[in-house]
């Protein structure tokens, strides 16, 4: 919209109490009924009716006529509204036609003086109170120039109330006009400000992200905005008036059963779960139902009253996710500390016993059993001892320091020194993407983000078929592009990671980030730990997308800056 230049201001037209065309119409019709009604009173009815009046009255008429069908064919047909400058021309025209009839008719002793109120009571009523005492007064010096000279007639008492009465109309039909222009003026102004109500809150209902569904004391369908029909899978537009319990009970039946509760029982619904079955996927919600009574009877159903029950629910697909994440974080935690007091309370006495085992069989006293079992507790005692090397490992996994890191050049030495390991199938290739200067650089520990990245892309590699590949994607992301509940404050980078391998099951899903969890023969079950433990050290998170048979990709999501204290070792 252009502003208007500084100092200057549209003409506001008036705002007129009744409707123009309306009135128009009607202007129309009383003009030609009156001015045929005295043509033929003169020409037929009145005896004392000279040629002169008879030939005024058919020039009225035809003139009327004219006039009226021009009028009339401008204010119909024309896609504007009749302007004030029109309708002040047919009030004009009216009081010359008035005058008119006034003279054929006696002038002074003429009954259709009255006509004259009628058009000054118009224009009041029509134009500005100052158009309306216009009239008034062109109205007055024209029957007054009629009646002196049209009439030869002398001014008497009563041409003189008739003056009086034309400017009591003019200023009572003002000033009653004013009213009901401040009347109309507030009735619109609360007009458009509902409307604008309306727009703001239809806006809101038809961009939030939540699904707001409101039904009928019967369950049937009164509302449902577009997320809602999003969430669901389904068209619903159209669908009013229909059972919800036939639209999508076999879709989403705990919320239909909500629904129906809150609308025939009014039993509000709070923060409950439920799920969706949809075309494509099947995710959770999170639901909430509010209940409004109309009606005397309470919302009962009787007497006219009524009760609609409204759905507002979403998807915590994510929040699910948030919440497992913290779960699982906290068993880290536990793990953690248990780890490292394992680790330095054993270590010293195993080394201990493994010295003085190995002492014991390599003595010339040894028979050749005690130094096969002295090797094998050497052996083991090893095994116990890079098991504990991994605990403590797995224990020191924390932010020691700080820097700027050129995330890319890290992710790109970190899947290569992963591509190259040993236990990879033949022919598996890791691809990396967007690891150039534009990935920018993260506040973050080096050594720790790199072990994170190595140990993701080297699961991926080991998980691969032969001649597969591994593809690793680095990415900017905006505040505003992280999922709930991840806080990415001046943006972060996104590192995904996904492989061609035969997917992880639901079950080993849920415990794939759990310390010594693993389904790999001889793994520590550490790896991934580490990846969640420095990740969750650097304020970021990371999400799993799998299933079974299509490969997994693995997404971590790190801040560029972050308040996370640094730990010591």
């Known amino acids: 919209m252009n502003a208007l230049p500084s100092g200057r201001h549209p003409a506001a037209r008036p705002v007129t109490v009744l409707d123009p065309k309306l009135l128009l119409?009607?202007?129309?019709?009383?003009?030609?009924?009156?001015?045929?009604?005295?043509?033929?009173?003169?020409?037929?009815?009145?005896?004392?009716?000279?040629?002169?009046?008879?030939?005024?009255?058919?020039?009225?008429?035809?003139?009327?006529?004219?006039?009226?069908a021009v009028s009339a064919a401008w204010s119909e047909f024309s896609p504007r509204t009749p302007t004030d400058t029109f309708v002040g021309a047919q009030i004009l025209f009216d009081l010359v036609l008035v005058t008119g009839l006034v003279h054929v008719t006696g002038g002074a002793t003429s009954q259709f003086a009255a006509l004259y109120i009628l058009v000054i009571a118009v224009a009041a009523l029509?134009?500005?109170?100052?158009?309306?005492?216009?009239?008034?007064?062109?109205?007055?010096?024209?029957?007054?120039?009629?009646?002196?000279?049209?009439?030869?007639?002398?001014l008497d008492l009563g041409n003189w109330l008739q003056l009086g009465v034309f400017a009591g109309v003019a200023l009572s039909s003002g000033y009653i006009a004013s009213r009901l222009r401040e009347a109309r003026t507030g009735r619109e102004e609360l007009a458009a400000e509902l409307v604008k109500v309306r727009l703001q809150a239809e806006d809101i209902l038809r961009n939030i992200r939540s699904g707001i569904i409101t039904v009928d004391e019967a369950g049937r369908l009164v509302y449902a905005n577009p997320s809602a029909a999003a969430?669901?899978?389904?068209?619903?537009?159209?669908?009013?008036?229909?059972?919800?319990?036939?639209l999508f009970g076999a879709v989403s039946p705990e919320l239909v059963t909500a629904l129906e509760q809150a609308a025939t029982a009014g039993i509000r619904t709070i923060r409950a779960e439920g799920r969706v079955?949809?075309?494509?996927?099947?995710?959770?919600?999170?639901?909430?139902?509010?209940?409004?009574?109309?009606?005397?009877?309470?919302?009962?159903?009787?007497?006219?009253?009524?009760?609609?029950?409204?759905?507002?629910?979403?998807?915590?697909?994510?929040?699910?996710?948030?919440?497992?994440?913290?779960?699982?974080?906290?068993r880290l935690e536990a793990v953690t500390e248990l780890s490292a007091s394992l680790a330095h309370e054993i270590k010293n006495p195993l080394a201990s016993i493994r010295s003085a085992v190995e002492q014991l069989g390599q003595s010339v006293r040894a028979t050749p059993d005690e130094r096969v079992l002295a090797g094998l507790i050497v052996?083991?005692?090893?095994?116990?001892?890079?098991?504990?090397?991994?605990?403590?490992?797995?224990?020191?996994?924390?932010?020691?320091?700080?820097?700027?890191?050129?995330?890319?050049?890290?992710?790109?030495?970190?899947?290569?020194?992963?591509?190259?390991h040993p236990s990879r199938a033949d022919g598996v290739q890791v691809r990396v993407s967007g690891h150039d200067a534009a990935a920018g650089r993260i506040a973050g520990d080096e050594d720790v983000l790199h072990r994170a990245i190595?140990?993701?892309?080297?699961?991926?590699?080991?998980?691969?078929?032969?001649?597969?590949?591994?593809?690793?994607?680095?990415?900017?992301?905006?505040?505003?592009?992280?999922?709930?509940?991840v806080r990415l404050p001046g943006?972060?980078?996104?590192?995904?990671?996904?492989?061609?391998?035969?997917?992880?099951?639901?079950?080993?899903?849920?415990?794939?980030?759990?310390?010594?969890?693993?389904?790999?023969?001889?793994?520590?079950?550490?790896?991934?730990?580490?990846?969640?433990?420095?990740?969750?050290?650097?304020?970021?998170?990371?999400?799993?997308?799998?299933?079974?048979?299509s490969g997994t990709r693995v997404t971590v999501l790190l801040p560029r800056e972050h308040d996370q204290p640094v730990e010591g070792p």
């Open 25 to 68: 119409r009607w202007e129309y019709a009383g003009r030609l009924l009156i001015t045929l009604a005295i043509w033929v009173a003169v020409g037929f009815v009145f005896e004392e009716s000279t040629a002169d009046d008879r030939v005024v009255a058919t020039m009225l008429l035809v003139g009327a006529t004219v006039f009226t």
């Open 126 to 154: 029509v134009l500005t109170v100052s158009a309306g005492l216009l009239v008034a007064a062109l109205g007055c010096v024209l029957y007054f120039a009629d009646v002196i000279l049209g009439h030869r007639s002398s």
């Open 231 to 246: 969430l669901l899978g389904l068209d619903l537009d159209g669908a009013s008036g229909r059972p919800v319990r036939d």
């Open 277 to 330: 079955l949809a075309a494509t996927r099947a995710f959770p919600i999170g639901l909430n139902t509010t209940v409004t009574e109309s009606g005397e009877d309470g919302g009962n159903g009787a007497g006219g009253g009524g009760r609609t029950a409204t759905a507002i629910f979403q998807d915590i697909t994510d929040q699910k996710r948030l919440d497992a994440l913290r779960r699982r974080t906290q």
């Open 379 to 420: 052996r083991e005692s090893d095994r116990l001892s890079r098991l504990l090397s991994d605990f403590l490992d797995f224990a020191r996994v924390r932010v020691s320091r700080v820097e700027q890191v050129e995330i890319g050049r890290l992710v790109h030495g970190a899947a290569m020194l992963a591509a190259a």
């Open 454 to 485: 190595f140990n993701l892309v080297l699961n991926a590699v080991q998980h691969s078929p032969p001649a597969g590949e591994v593809t690793v994607e680095v990415a900017p992301v905006r505040s505003d592009e992280s999922p709930p509940g």
């Open 491 to 549: 943006g972060g980078v996104a590192i995904r990671i996904a492989d061609r391998g035969p997917g992880i099951p639901s079950e080993v899903r849920d415990r794939m980030f759990d310390p010594f969890f693993t389904t790999r023969p001889g793994g520590s079950g550490l790896g991934l730990a580490v990846v969640h433990r420095a990740v969750e050290s650097h304020a970021g998170a990371v999400f799993v997308d799998s299933d079974v048979g």
